[in-house]
């Protein structure tokens, strides 16, 4: 257990129906990430916050993806009218820097199934 | 993504070391981690480089040459639970903000 969790773990779903997923970081956290990755891929960047600002969304994000962070706490990632090439692994991280240490660490993730 | 390249596969025996490579662009270049996942769950945080040079922790070993845009992941007496992916990811500059890429990863397959 790393500390960063992810709800659901598991998530089927109809296509064109809208889904959202919860990530809580490490509490002392700043950074949190979303990342998406489908079988034999490495994770592919999504978007990030650094405390509750939206730093950068992927241009790869089409207008159905959006992310939340409010207070900079937990985060959201809300998938409108889902697709079936939505299905993924949906991965939450966060991470601390202090001077040359980091650490990033990955929550279990959400599995997105759309029929 | 972001030019990342290492091996696709890699297969070693049980007890030996194994050398993982990655090469990355070096423009806008922060540092570099590397994680280990096993199928079906999440990357593990294994290492992040920043300083060049060699960085060990227990069996695992990081090393890193800004310079020529390298690093590689060494692992010793391989155990079969090390039988998994391992992913480059650099973290690099972009439009001011640190953003986090990862390569495809390595498969490597430990055998007895």
């Known amino acids: 257990d790393t500390g960063v969790s992810q709800d659901p773990r598991h998530k089927i779903t109809k296509r064109g129906q809208n889904v959202t997923f919860r990530c809580d970081p490490i509490?002392?956290?700043?950074?949190l990430y979303w990342y998406r990755q489908t079988l034999g891929q490495g994770p592919e960047f999504l978007t990030y916050?650094?405390?509750?600002?939206?730093?950068?969304k992927s241009r790869l994000l089409s207008d159905r993806f959006s992310a939340e962070r409010p207070k900079g706490s937990f985060s959201t990632l809300e998938i409108q009218r889902t697709e079936q090439g939505d299905s993924a692994m949906y991965l939450c991280?966060?991470?601390?820097?202090?001077?040359?240490?980091?650490?990033?660490?990955f929550g279990p993730g959400t599995r997105l199934t759309v029929t | 993504g972001q030019n990342i390249d290492q091996p696709t596969e890699m297969t070693a025996t049980e007890g030996a070391i194994v050398q993982i490579n990655c090469t990355y662009q070096?423009?806008?270049?922060?540092?570099l981690f590397w994680y280990q996942q096993h199928a079906g769950e999440a990357p593990t945080f294994l290492s992040y480089?920043?300083?060049?040079g060699l960085e060990e922790k227990g069996r695992f070993s990081s090393f890193l040459s800004r310079s020529k845009g390298y690093s590689y992941l060494l692992l010793k007496e391989l155990q079969m639970k090390d039988s998994a992916s391992y992913l480059c990811?650099?973290?690099?500059?972009?439009?001011?903000?640190?953003?986090?890429?990862f390569g495809t990863g390595t498969k490597l397959q430990v055998i007895p």
């Open positions: 991280a966060s991470s601390s820097r202090q001077g040359v240490n980091y650490e990033q660490y």
């Open positions: 509490s002392e956290h700043n950074r």
């Open positions: 916050f650094q405390n509750e600002a939206q730093l950068e």
């Open positions: 070096t423009s806008g270049f922060n540092g």
């Open positions: 480089n920043v300083l060049d």
């Open positions: 990811a650099p973290e690099l500059n972009s439009g001011g903000y640190q953003k986090v890429t």
